[in-house]
């Protein structure tokens, strides 16, 4: 996947990571600045360093392809945004509309699709340099308002994702943290394995008005979710109970849960309970996103073989027939695929 024609990175996506570092998309591009050496964000945001490197982007993108970005970006939702842009629908924002902060490395789970704790990664211990300094990595909350206090002062910023190279809900801090963003009237969104938590601090998510929660499930069952994690048999349904109290208990549908699924060789053949398991919780999205094999350790065994894309596709036809759904089409139309059913109340989704 080549970068767009015109590349408004920074514009429409940015990323603070746990060092520090600040990035400008989500993609393998390295980080542009830091708050340690560069000031806060809207310092940052407003130097000359950063406009050069965007005024590259926008009007020298051909050698910014080689240079900066070796030519790729492993994960872009930004053509659509960039296509409007390029057509004159939307005007540039004033700062990032979504902005991705990473506030912890350590994990408890052991996903084999992940680029940080694969198992087999760990087990043939393979990690990547200074791994051991990375996982004892998080951002202090101090830097966290501070990014969230230079987002709003800009004033284009919508969404503030949560996230991180590990497991956010082990950040001591992870509550406060919702409530600054929802305090500061943003969009939060938090991006989990949903385990590591309480029915009261989820009844402090539901007061405080998180808006988002996608919970990487990325199986259809619990055998298979707990032999790909390496993780305890009642780790599966200590995810299904979370999701399952936050829809019984949230108030006007807030926050919505968003099911993602990394599609890959390991669970491929799980879709059709992947879909089945989001409409019979009654998630609001069921997302299916191809594994992306760059930086994942022994990548090439886990990657979808025509053979399995093909059968993939039918049983996802026949789902979609099922269901009854119907292509849809709504604000968030970047997707591959996006589908609705007067059945149900789950979207399905091909996410980027």
């Not at 800009?154 to 994702?161: A, S």
């Not at 943003?186 to 996608?214: A, R, V, W």
């Not at 990487?216 to 200590?238: D, F, H, L, M």
């Not at 990394?262 to 191809?290: C, Q, T, Y």
Request: hydrophobic letters at 30%.
């Amino acid at each position: 996947m080549t970068l767009p024609t015109k590349c408004n990175y920074g514009h429409v996506f940015g990323r603070l990571s746990t060092n520090g570092n600040y990035e400008i998309c989500c993609g393998s591009t390295p980080p542009s600045g830091n708050y340690h050496t560069d000031g806060k964000f809207i310092e940052y945001w407003k130097s000359a360093k950063l406009k050069n490197l965007l005024y590259d982007l926008k009007h020298d993108l051909s050698n910014m392809n080689e240079t900066w970005a070796d030519g790729n970006c492993d994960y872009c939702p930004h053509f659509y945004i960039n296509e409007k842009i390029s057509d004159g629908d939307i005007k540039i924002p004033k700062s990032p509309w979504i902005y991705n902060i990473d506030v912890i490395n350590i994990c408890d789970h052991r996903c084999n699709f992940c680029w940080n704790w694969s198992h087999e990664m760990i087990s043939d211990n393979a990690q990547f340099d200074g791994w051991n300094d990375w996982i004892k990595e998080r951002i202090d909350f101090k830097i966290f308002t501070d990014t969230i206090d230079g987002l709003v002062e800009l004033g284009d910023c919508e969404e503030i994702q949560i996230g991180g190279g590990g497991e956010p809900l082990l950040h001591q801090d992870i509550q406060e943290m919702i409530k600054y963003v929802k305090d500061n009237n943003l969009s939060c969104k938090l991006i989990t394995n949903f385990c590591q938590i309480s029915e009261d601090s989820l009844d402090e998510m539901i007061n405080i008005g998180l808006d988002y929660i996608l919970v990487n499930v990325s199986a259809g069952t619990q055998e298979n979710y707990c032999k790909t994690r390496r993780v305890k048999p009642n780790t599966w349904y200590k995810v299904i109970n979370n999701i399952n109290y936050i829809i019984k208990n949230r108030r006007e549908k807030s926050p919505k849960i968003i099911m993602k699924n990394i599609i890959n060789s390991e669970n491929i053949h799980e879709v059709g309970e992947m879909i089945d398991l989001g409409v019979e919780l009654g998630v609001d999205v069921v997302a299916l996103r191809f594994f992306h094999e760059f930086g994942v350790y022994n990548s090439d065994k886990k990657i979808v073989t025509s053979k399995q894309h093909k059968k993939f596709n039918k049983t996802l036809n026949l789902k979609i027939e099922e269901y009854g759904y119907k292509k849809y089409y709504d604000d968030d139309n970047q997707f591959i695929y996006n589908y609705k059913s007067l059945n149900t109340n789950t979207l399905l989704r091909g996410d980027v």
